[in-house]
């Protein structure tokens, strides 16, 4: 039982443009969402986070959103950047624990 | 600054022998300490986590021990690999376990069990 799915594994996006990462729960008593970063051979980097009784939370070209009646999140990165290129993980926080997804690869195209 | 090291990057192990992988945390005190193990084409899934020294909780049954023998020193262990062991183990740190508080990731072991 997978409570946090990336259904997309792979994202294609022209630099300068909006990438946007999707992720959907199941479970309605998670309290944190957390974005991570992770490049080949390396540990995984965190990025953003937004807590359950927000909406939105935005860092810069990073902006996340929560829809808590459809159970989704999502991640917008604008503008794109080569060096964004990387797999993305969206995470839910209960208790400090995180149950992450599968992530999704993104490619930003020069 | 705090950092993670973890060690070693990679590891190429024969069946049934066995296993030490060692995390160390500097720059803070009384991390919360966590074991994570990710497989081809999955997410990260949470193998043990600790709140302090020599308290250790396992979050899946498997074939796996994980010990805090120090404050900022976290080992993963086995006493004989089974192939199903072969992944990539990341250990991290937090500050507390409450929610909101990011966990901070080493770079990771890659384990090969042949």
């Known amino acids: 039982d997978q409570q946090v799915k990336q259904n997309s594994p792979s994202l294609s996006v022209q630099e300068g443009r909006i990438s946007i990462l999707n992720c959907d729960y199941t479970n309605s008593m998670f309290d944190y969402f957390l974005w991570y970063k992770k490049y080949p051979a390396e540990g995984p980097t965190f990025l953003i986070s937004?807590?359950?009784?927000?909406d939105k939370n935005e860092d810069g070209r990073f902006t996340v959103f929560l829809n808590k009646s459809a159970k989704h999140l999502s991640l917008h990165i604008v503008p794109s950047q080569p060096g964004d290129s990387a797999v993305y993980f969206c995470?839910?926080?209960?208790?400090?624990?995180?149950?992450f997804g599968q992530g999704t690869e993104l490619s930003v195209k020069p | 600054s705090q950092t993670i090291h973890q060690w070693p990057a990679t590891l190429v192990q024969p069946v049934g022998s066995p296993l030490s992988l060692e995390c160390t945390v500097e720059g803070t005190s009384n991390p919360n300490l966590y074991w994570y193990r990710q497989a081809a084409g999955r997410g990260l899934q949470l193998l043990f986590y600790?709140?302090?020294?020599?308290?250790i909780s396992s979050e899946v049954p498997q074939n796996l021990s994980a010990s805090r023998p120090q404050d900022r020193q976290f080992i993963l262990s086995s006493k004989k690999l089974l192939l199903s062991d072969s992944g990539f183990y990341l250990c991290a740190w937090s500050e507390t376990r409450t929610g909101g508080q990011p966990q901070h990731f080493g770079d990771g072991t890659r384990l090969s069990i042949l």
């Open positions: 995470a839910a926080s209960r208790g400090g624990k995180l149950i």
């Open positions: 600790s709140v302090g020294i020599g308290q």
């Open positions: 937004i807590s359950s009784i927000k």
